[in-house]
C-alpha cells in the first residue's frame, strides 16, 4: 500500500462534541483521522476542523466490528506513524439494545485497545472516554474484574442474557470493562513505550443534551446540577484539561488509570443529596446519567 508524506498521526473514533474537543487541543500539526458509523458525522466533524487550520480525513468506521478498526488502522498509517489514539466512540442505555451496547461499548472498545496497542508507536499515547455510570454499579468479584480486563468478552458468563438485566445494566457493566481493559491494556502498551488511560465524564453539554434539559426531564436534570457540588453540567473542552495532560509530557507517569470528571455528581449519589431514596429513584436518575455521558 502506498504510503503518503509521513507525519505524526492520531486516530480519533467517535465523531462527536468530547473527541472533537481532544482533538482540537491536541492535534495541532498531526493528520487526524476521524472515523465513525455515521460518515456524515464524520465528514460534519473534519469540515469544521480543516476550516479551523487542522488536517483531518473522515472514514466510516464500525465499532463493534474487528475487520472495520483494522481497516481504520490500515487506513491511518498511510499517512505515518500512530502516536495517540482518541476513542471517543459509544451509544448510550437510550439509544441502543443490550445487544448493541455490549458489541459496540464493551467488546469495540476493547478491541480498539488491543489492537491500536499493537501498532502504537514509542512515546505514543491514548485516551478512551468512559462514564461516570460505570462508577455506581455495585462492585465486582476480583475473579469479574480479571475477566473483564483480560479475557474475550462476550462468551463471558457474566455477560450472558440472563445475567444482563437491561440497557442500563449493559451500559454499566460496559463503561467498568472499560476501566479494567485500560488498566489491563496499559501494560502492553507499555512494553512498546507507550500509555493508554480512560476518562469517565459526567453530564456534558451538547446538542442533544441540551434538548433533554428543555424537554419532558428538564426539572430532573436542574435539580441534579443545584444538588452537585459544581452545580452545573460540564462543557465539551473541559474534558481536554484532562485529556492534554494525560496524552501529553507532563503526564509521562500516568498509564492505566482512569478520570472521574463529573461535577462531584458521583459523590453526591453516594455521599450527598443526590443519593437514591429507594430502587426506582436509584434506577431513574443512573439511566439519565448514562444518558448524557454521550460523547
Same mark, same amino acid.
Given at each position: 500500500?502506498?504510503?503518503? *508524506?509521513?507525519?505524526?498521526?492520531?486516530?480519533?473514533?467517535?465523531?462527536?462534541?468530547?473527541?472533537?474537543?481532544?482533538?482540537?487541543?491536541?492535534?495541532?500539526?498531526?493528520k487526524?483521522?476521524?472515523?465513525?458509523?455515521?460518515?456524515?458525522?464524520?465528514?460534519?466533524?473534519?469540515?469544521?476542523?480543516?476550516q479551523?487550520?487542522?488536517?483531518?480525513i473522515?472514514?466510516?468506521?464500525?465499532l463493534s466490528?474487528?475487520?472495520?478498526?483494522?481497516?481504520?488502522?490500515?487506513?491511518?498509517?498511510?499517512? %505515518?506513524?500512530?502516536?495517540? *489514539?482518541v476513542?471517543?466512540?459509544?451509544?448510550?442505555?437510550?439509544?441502543?439494545?443490550?445487544? =448493541?451496547? *455490549?458489541?459496540?461499548?464493551?467488546?469495540?472498545?476493547?478491541?480498539?485497545? @488491543?489492537?491500536?496497542?499493537?501498532?502504537?508507536?514509542?512515546?505514543?499515547? %491514548?485516551v478512551?472516554?468512559?462514564?461516570q455510570?460505570?462508577?455506581?454499579?455495585? !462492585?465486582?468479584?476480583?475473579?469479574?474484574?480479571?475477566?473483564?480486563?483480560?479475557?474475550?468478552?462476550?462468551?463471558?458468563?457474566?455477560?450472558?442474557?440472563?445475567?444482563?438485566?437491561?440497557?442500563?445494566? !449493559?451500559?454499566?457493566?460496559a463503561?467498568?470493562?472499560?476501566?479494567?481493559?485500560?488498566?489491563?491494556?496499559?501494560?502492553?502498551?507499555g512494553? /512498546? %513505550?507507550?500509555?493508554?488511560?480512560?476518562?469517565?465524564p459526567?453530564?456534558?453539554? =451538547?446538542?442533544?443534551?441540551?434538548?433533554?434539559?428543555? %424537554?419532558?426531564?428538564g426539572?430532573?436534570y436542574?435539580?441534579?446540577?443545584?444538588?452537585c457540588?459544581?452545580?452545573?453540567?460540564?462543557?465539551?473542552?473541559?474534558?481536554?484539561?484532562v485529556?492534554?495532560l494525560?496524552?501529553?509530557? /507532563?503526564g509521562?507517569?500516568?498509564t492505566?488509570?482512569?478520570?472521574?470528571?463529573?461535577?462531584?455528581?458521583?459523590?453526591s449519589?453516594?455521599?450527598?443529596? *443526590?443519593k437514591?431514596?429507594?430502587?426506582? @429513584?436509584?434506577?431513574?436518575?443512573?439511566?439519565?446519567?448514562?444518558r448524557?455521558?454521550?460523547?
Open positions: 500500500m502506498e504510503q503518503r *508524506l509521513s507525519k505524526k498521526v492520531m486516530i480519533l473514533t467517535g465523531a462527536g462534541q468530547i473527541g472533537m474537543a481532544i482533538a482540537r487541543r491536541i492535534g495541532s500539526g498531526m487526524i483521522v476521524i472515523g465513525d458509523k455515521n460518515i456524515g458525522n464524520a465528514h460534519a466533524i473534519a469540515r469544521t476542523m480543516n479551523a487550520g487542522f488536517d483531518t473522515p472514514l466510516e468506521m464500525d466490528s474487528r475487520d472495520s478498526i483494522l481497516h481504520l488502522i490500515a487506513e491511518a498509517q498511510r499517512y %505515518g506513524n500512530i502516536s495517540m *489514539l476513542n471517543a466512540a459509544g451509544v448510550s442505555p437510550s439509544q441502543a439494545s443490550v445487544e =448493541t451496547i *455490549l458489541k459496540v461499548d464493551l467488546y469495540g472498545t476493547a478491541v480498539l485497545l @488491543e489492537e491500536v496497542g499493537k501498532v502504537i508507536c514509542p512515546g505514543g499515547s %491514548g478512551t472516554i468512559s462514564s455510570s460505570g462508577h455506581r454499579m455495585p !462492585a465486582l468479584t476480583a475473579e469479574q474484574d480479571e475477566q473483564l480486563a483480560m479475557t474475550p468478552l462476550l462468551n463471558l458468563e457474566l455477560l450472558q442474557p440472563g445475567n444482563i438485566k437491561d440497557t442500563l445494566h !449493559a451500559y454499566q457493566m463503561k467498568r470493562c472499560n476501566v479494567k481493559r485500560v488498566m489491563a491494556e496499559a501494560v502492553k502498551w512494553a /512498546k %513505550g507507550a500509555r493508554i488511560n480512560s476518562i469517565s459526567g453530564i456534558i453539554v =451538547t446538542p442533544l443534551a441540551i434538548d433533554e434539559f428543555n %424537554g419532558p426531564r426539572d430532573f436542574r435539580n441534579m446540577f443545584a444538588k457540588p459544581a452545580r452545573r453540567p460540564g462543557t465539551a473542552d473541559e474534558i481536554p484539561h485529556a492534554e494525560l496524552m501529553g509530557g /507532563k509521562a507517569f500516568i492505566g488509570a482512569d478520570f472521574l470528571i463529573d461535577g462531584g455528581a458521583t459523590a449519589y453516594f455521599y450527598g443529596p *443526590l437514591p431514596h429507594d430502587s426506582k @429513584e436509584k434506577t431513574s436518575q443512573t439511566i439519565e446519567n448514562g448524557q455521558s454521550t460523547k
